[in-house]
């Protein structure tokens, strides 16, 4: 049998989002961090010299997952192409999810301020695919309904990632996860890689004539101007554990994940406050409740404005992206 080849010639390296979006993005689960690939693969580890470790303990609980992302050929991208089901839908927006949960909010703003790649905001929101015959049988249609939007691919380690970019321009990761036993913990951090990734080897591999099945999003990767602020935020007041970390990029998890966040300062370095109203519109990270009041005690003893909104803890990070929690 022969599979629907990707594209032709697919770029390597995925690409930057573009200046143009059209809509709003708003994120509700979030996981798996974009490594910039490199010819031959580069793998990055926090010390050569280290020895097997395990994950280093986050304050969030060991549950903590990632919720809904908030971004009109966009709503045919996202049900044609990657499959997603219509859970409900208005004249302006269209909430999007898989197995009856929200993954994504897609919602129309002609006249908002457009994204840049240079400011802070959204990279890529990264959807979670429980298999490779999942992740095959979403490739596989995407090549037929949208090759144009194929990106880059990469052997990560912890995963095997594959990138596209929506009709707006938002970075897109489809993933899969490798057994959590064979990732590589070294001083507590996690070892990733960008090694090489043949997407239409992958689909001959593990296309086995199953629908694409039901990602969630299993982590959000942000641009931000500083990466100090970035830790002080996202580790020392939010909680998570730093992962990972590379020139230019910080990786962020609970619960002994590889990462739920990610930040780095690849083009956006020395951003300041978001100035742009289209492309991320928030994100979410879903714990217990207890998780969130003790949550709410750390942003109140480091004099970090929050507020709740319909029994969501609502806050921003440094440069405006909106990050809400919620208890499933």
């Given at each position: 049998?022969e599979?629907?080849a990707v ?18 993005f ?7 961090a ?25 304050v969030?609980?060991?549950?903590t997952?990632?919720g ?9 991208y ?7 089901g ?9 909430t999007?999810g898989?197995?009856?949960?929200e993954?994504?909010?897609?919602t129309?703003?002609?006249?908002g ?10 990279y890529h929101s990264?959807?979670?695919y429980e ?8 490739l ?15 052997d990560h380690?912890v ?9 707006d ?16 913990w070294?001083?507590g951090k ?41 830790r002080?935020f996202y ?9 990972s970390?590379t020139n ?5 998890a609970?619960?002994?994940?590889h990462h739920?966040?990610?930040?780095n300062?690849?083009?956006?370095n020395?951003?300041?406050a978001?100035?742009?109203d ?9 714990f ?5 009041a003790?949550l709410?005690?750390r ?15 609502v ?9 809400r929690?919620?208890a499933?």
């Amino acid at each position: 049998m022969e599979y629907p080849a990707v594209s032709a010639g697919f770029a390597t390296v995925p690409s930057s989002v573009p200046a143009q979006s059209k809509s709003r993005f708003r994120a509700a689960i979030i996981i798996g961090a974009l490594l910039v690939l490199a010819a031959g693969g580069t793998w990055w580890a926090v010390s050569a010299n280290g020895t097997d470790d395990a994950p280093v303990a986050s304050v969030l609980p060991a549950g903590t997952r990632m919720g809904p992302v908030h971004l009109d050929p966009m709503r045919a991208y996202y049900v044609d192409a990657l499959g997603l089901g219509v859970l409900d839908e208005t004249d302006s927006a269209v909430t999007l999810g898989a197995g009856g949960r929200e993954v994504l909010s897609i919602t129309e703003d002609v006249d908002g301020t457009p994204d840049a790649p240079t400011q802070a905001g959204l990279y890529h929101s990264a959807f979670l695919y429980e298999d490779e015959a999942s992740l095959a049988a979403v490739l596989a249609k995407v090549a037929r309904t949208a090759p144009q939007s194929f990106q880059g691919s990469a052997d990560h380690a912890v995963s095997l990632a594959f990138y596209l970019g929506d009709p707006d321009g938002n970075g897109v990761e489809l993933y899969v996860d490798r057994p959590a036993d064979e990732w590589d913990w070294k001083d507590g951090k996690v070892v990733m890689g960008s090694a090489p990734l043949d997407p239409n080897a992958f689909i001959a591999e593990h296309l086995a004539g199953q629908d694409a099945g039901t990602p969630d999003i299993g982590h959000v990767h942000l641009r931000v101007g500083d990466l100090d602020q970035a830790r002080a935020f996202y580790a020392d007041t939010l909680g998570f554990a730093v992962t990972s970390e590379t020139n230019g990029a910080l990786f962020f998890a609970a619960g002994g994940y590889h990462h739920h966040v990610a930040t780095n300062t690849w083009m956006s370095n020395g951003a300041g406050a978001r100035t742009s109203d289209l492309g991320l519109g928030s994100f979410t990270v879903e714990f217990d409740d207890g998780g969130i009041a003790k949550l709410k005690e750390r942003l109140d003893a480091q004099g970090v404005n929050h507020r709740n909104v319909d029994g969501v803890l609502v806050t921003e990070d440094p440069w405006g992206n909106t990050v809400r929690f919620t208890a499933p």
